[in-house]
Nanobody, 115 residues
Framework: QVQLVESGGGLVQPGGSLRLSCAAS????????MSWYRQAPGKERELVAG???????NYADSVKGRFTISRDNALNTVYLQMNSLKPEDTAVYYC?????????WGQGTQVTVSS
């Protein structure tokens, strides 16, 4: 079955960096659009960044210039490099894979930005 396994979350001070990884299995990874979403306590889940199968990227306005999404089709992995982190970036970050009607989620990884 399809599995998306996130890693790389943790506690970081404001201004710091983290790199999240999402390892995918059970799907034709290179054909899927991949995205990172996040959900903060009491808030709705929101799109952070996405990358198409062709490599085009898009970002939420709140993270433009600070976050970078990338993918390695040889490793079936998508990354989210997060720099200049702010307390408002604190959330559970989820990996998503989508193609046509197929839509899969990972279990999430916690990112906490605090001094």
């Amino acid at each position: 079955q399809v599995q998306l396994v996130e890693s790389g979350g943790g506690l970081v001070q404001p201004g710091g960096s983290l790199r999240l990884s999402c390892a995918a299995s059970g799907l034709a990874f290179s054909l899927y659009g991949m995205s990172w979403y996040r959900q903060a306590p009491g808030k709705e889940r929101e799109l952070v960044a996405g990358i198409t199968s062709g490599g085009s990227t898009n970002y939420a306005d709140s993270v433009k210039g600070r976050f970078t999404i990338s993918r390695d089709n040889a490793l079936n992995t998508v990354y989210l490099q997060m720099n200049s982190l702010k307390p408002e970036d604190t959330a559970v970050y989820y990996c998503n894979a989508k193609k046509d009607w197929r839509n899969y989620w990972g279990q999430g990884t916690q990112v906490t930005v605090s001094s």
